[in-house]
T-cell receptor, first 112, second 112 residues
Framework: GNSVTQMEGPVTLSEEAFLTINCTYT??????LFWYVQYPGEGLQLLLK?????DKGSNKGFEATYRKETTSFHLEKGSVQVSDSAVYFC???????????FGKGTRLSVIA | DGGITQSPKYLFRKEGQNVTLSCEQN?????MYWYRQDPGQGLRLIYY???????QKGDIAEGYSVSREKKESFPLTVTSAQKNPTAFYLC???????????FGSGTRLTVV
């Protein structure tokens, strides 16, 4: 079946530190991959996406590369800010008409 | 501005009562989805609809019901049969079933 595994949180970093949140997936066919971000008390916002192998999604300094050989889509940012504190969800959209499948989320706290 | 609106933001329900959560979108999206979010469990799919007058069960449909009489509306009813309804409920929509999703800001339901 389709599933997403992402690293457990919470992750606590100092401002300007390097961020990596690991995400691996299991899927049949050729899924699209996404990172969503959720700020406290809000819904999810699309952060970035990649639709095929070796694609790199990027937005607001965040990046993730679709690695088919390792079935991974790790989220990275070179220098985090306090305003990046949120919960980050990795998700896959399977081939066909099956809905998005989410990982359990990783809470990031950035301290000044 | 186009978007997806969930109401109310907070909802309290007595045990044994049914309650309906509203979800409306003006994005002209074909597909709509309901997810439930619990701490540490990520998002789990309750129901989804890819076209008006049609919907499918997700992973945790028991104790919930939906309707899709209009393209822009996809209300979710939490029935008294749902054993543990206290959670954060998120509605989403997408242009087609295999496109990225737009999320509402969520409804927090508490059973008292």
């Amino acid at each position: 079946g389709n599933s997403v595994t992402q690293m457990e949180g919470p992750v606590t970093l100092s401002e300007e530190a390097f961020l990596t949140i690991n995400c691996t997936y299991t899927a049949t066919g050729y899924p699209s991959l996404f990172w969503y971000v959720q700020y406290p008390g809000e819904g999810l916002q699309l952060l970035l996406k990649a639709t095929k192998a070796d694609d790199k999604g990027s937005n607001k300094g965040f990046e993730a590369t679709y690695r088919k050989e390792t079935t991974s889509f790790h989220l990275e940012k070179g220098s985090v800010q306090v305003s990046d504190s949120a919960v980050y969800f990795c998700a896959l959209l399977p081939s066909g008409n099956t809905p998005l499948v989410f990982g359990k989320g990783t809470r990031l706290s950035v301290i000044a | 501005d186009g978007g997806i609106t969930q109401s109310p933001k907070y909802l309290f329900r007595k045990e044994g009562q049914n309650v309906t959560l509203s979800c409306e979108q003006n994005l002209n999206h074909d597909a709509m989805y309901w997810y439930r979010q619990d701490p540490g469990q990520g998002l789990r799919l309750i129901y989804y609809s890819q076209i008006v007058n049609d919907f499918q069960k997700g992973d945790i449909a028991e104790g919930y019901s939906v309707s899709r009489e209009k393209k822009e509306s996809f209300p979710l009813t939490v029935t008294s049969a749902q054993k543990n309804p206290t959670a954060f409920y998120l509605c989403a929509s997408s242009m087609k079933a295999n496109y990225g999703y737009t999320f509402g800001s969520g409804t927090r339901l508490t059973v008292v």
